[in-house]
C-alpha cells in the first residue's frame, strides 16, 4: 500500500493540505490549493489525514488521479489490516473468499473507513464477514437468470424494448451484496469481437431503443474506451437513449475528470444512474464528482439496495434521500436485496422495504420517494411495491387510505 516511487513530493510541500484534523466526519471541508492559490480539488479531512498516515509519499495530484486510487486499491487482508483493526468474522471471511466476489476498495473510500469498528455502514458495503460464506436454499449465484437471457456475450436482452450491455467485469471496489458477484471480478474480458458482435445485436434488433451500459462498472474504464463504446451505439438509429450504471461516484470521484465529462456530453440523450447506499457516502469528494456529471447535462439517478443494518430504517433512508436530491441526484429505485449466495446478513423483509416507503410518501417532497422494487427471482424482472393505499375498489368508487391514515373516497363513474 506504497506509493509509486516516483511520486516523491509530500503532501506537506508545494499541493498543501490545509485545515488537517484527525476527529472530523467524513465530508468536512479541506482545499487543496496549487502554486497559485487555485483551489482545484476537495479532500476531506479526514481523507487528508488519512493520505498523510498511509501514503505519506503520495502527491495532491497523485491522490486526486483515478489510476492511482485503481493501483494503489487495498486488494488483501495485509493491507486492510494496515487501516482497520480485523474482527474475528471479518478476518475469517477475507481468508475464505476463493472464487468468490474479490476483495477491493479504493484509497478514497479506505479513507472514509478507516478506524471504524465493524459495524459501520460503509465498512459493511466493502469489508466481507463470514456470514458471506453461507448459502441458504433460496439463494442462486444468478438469481436474475441473466445467463438464459443472454442472446451473445456481454448483453442481456429480458425487456421487449431495451438491453443492458455489461462492459467491463471490473469495479473500483466491490460491494459485498452486488447481484452479479457470481461475475464480477472476474477475469473476463469482453474482446473488440465481442464488442462488435454486441453492436451488432443491437443494431439487428431495431425495438431496442434504451441500452443501459452496466457491469462491473463501466466508469472504469478509460475515457478512450468508453468513446469506442458510445459512439458505435450511437450511430445506431434506433437508439434513442443510453444509460450507464455506476458506483464510481462513491467510490472513486476522482475518476470524474473534465476530459470524462467532453466524452460523455457528446452522445446525449445520457443518463447515468448511480448506486448509492449510506448518507455518509455523500462526501465533498462525492458532490463535486456528481456536480460535474449534472453541469455536463446527464441526469442523474440513485439506485439503492435496501440492507439489514445499513440503511433499513426511515430517518436513515429519509436523510440519504435529501441528501441525494441537495447534489442533484433524483432517487429512482430501492431494491429488495437480491438472493445471491451469502446474502442473508444484509436482507430484510418486503414489509421493512413497504414501511419505508410509507414514512416517506407524504412527509416529504414526491422527489425524494424512490419506487420499490423487488427483482423477481428467476427473470420475472422489477416489480414495484407500493403499501396498503388502497382500501376498497369497485365499478362505482375507490376507497384510498391517504398517508396520515385518513380515508378519501373517488367516484369511477
Ligand atoms: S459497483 Fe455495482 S457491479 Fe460493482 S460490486 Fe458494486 S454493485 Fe456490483
Keep these: 500500500m506504497n506509493a509509486n516511487s516516483n511520486e516523491v513530493m509530500a503532501l506537506h510541500g508545494e499541493g498543501r493540505l490545509t485545515g488537517c484534523s484527525s476527529d472530523e466526519e467524513p465530508g468536512a471541508k479541506t482545499t487543496i490549493f496549487s502554486q497559485n492559490e487555485i483551489p482545484v480539488q476537495l479532500v476531506s479531512n479526514r481523507s487528508s489525514e488519512f493520505i498523510h498516515r498511509y501514503f505519506p509519499l503520495a502527491t495532491a495530484d497523485s491522490w486526486n488521479d483515478w489510476k492511482w486510487q485503481l493501483r ?32 477491493r476498495i479504493t484509497p478514497y473510500f479506505a479513507s472514509l473507513i478507516w478506524n471504524t469498528n465493524s459495524s459501520h455502514p460503509l465498512r459493511r458495503n466493502v469489508v466481507p464477514v463470514v456470514e458471506e460464506l453461507l448459502q441458504s436454499s433460496a439463494e442462486q449465484s444468478d438469481p436474475l437468470h441473466e445467463h438464459s437471457y443472454s442472446p451473445v456475450k456481454g448483453i442481456v436482452h429480458r425487456y421487449p424494448d431495451r438491453v443492458l450491455f455489461t462492459v467491463t467485469q471490473v ?21 473488440r469481437q465481442d464488442f462488435e458482435k454486441a453492436f451488432n445485436y443491437i443494431r439487428s434488433h431495431k425495438e431496442v431503443r434504451d441500452v443501459l451500459i452496466s457491469g462491473g462498472d463501466p466508469l472504469t474504464l478509460s475515457d478512450e474506451v468508453l468513446d469506442y463504446i458510445l459512439s458505435n451505439i450511437r450511430s445506431i438509429e434506433h437508439v434513442e437513449m443510453v444509460r450507464i450504471g455506476s458506483r464510481v461516484p462513491v467510490v472513486l470521484p476522482q475518476r470524474i475528470t473534465d476530459n470524462l465529462i467532453q466524452v460523455l456530453r457528446k452522445y446525449h440523450p445520457l443518463f447515468i444512474s448511480l448506486h448509492f447506499s449510506h448518507p455518509l457516502e455523500i462526501t465533498d469528494e462525492c458532490a463535486l464528482a456528481c456536480t460535474k456529471l449534472a453541469d455536463g447535462g446527464i441526469p442523474l439517478g440513485s439506485q439503492t439496495v435496501l440492507l439489514k443494518g445499513i440503511n433499513d430504517n426511515v430517518p436513515v433512508m429519509k436523510e440519504l434521500m435529501h441528501k441525494l436530491l441537495k447534489i442533484r441526484v433524483r432517487p429512482y429505485y430501492l431494491y429488495q436485496c437480491d438472493l445471491i449466495p451469502g446474502s442473508g446478513h444484509f436482507r430484510t423483509t418486503v414489509k421493512k422495504g413497504l414501511e419505508i416507503i410509507k414514512g416517506l410518501r407524504g412527509f416529504t417532497s414526491g422527489y425524494a420517494v424512490p419506487t420499490f422494487v423487488v427483482d423477481a427471482p428467476g427473470g420475472g424482472g422489477k416489480i414495484p411495491l407500493l403499501p396498503d393505499y388502497v382500501v376498497e375498489h369497485n365499478d362505482e368508487k375507490i376507497v384510498l387510505r391517504n398517508y396520515k391514515g385518513v380515508i378519501c373516497e373517488y367516484p369511477e363513474k
Aim: glycine fraction near 6%; include cysteine; charged fraction near 30%.
Design 72 to 103: 494503489n486499491s487495498i486488494t488483501n487482508i495485509e493491507d486492510l489490516k494496515k487501516i482497520i483493526k480485523l474482527s474475528d468474522k471479518e478476518i475469517l471471511a477475507i481468508n475464505n473468499l476463493k472464487g468468490r466476489l474479490p476483495l
Design 171 to 191: 469495479c473500483s471496489s466491490y460491494c459485498r451484496y452486488c447481484t452479479r458477484s457470481h461475475t464480477v471480478g472476474k477475469l473476463d474480458k469482453l474482446g
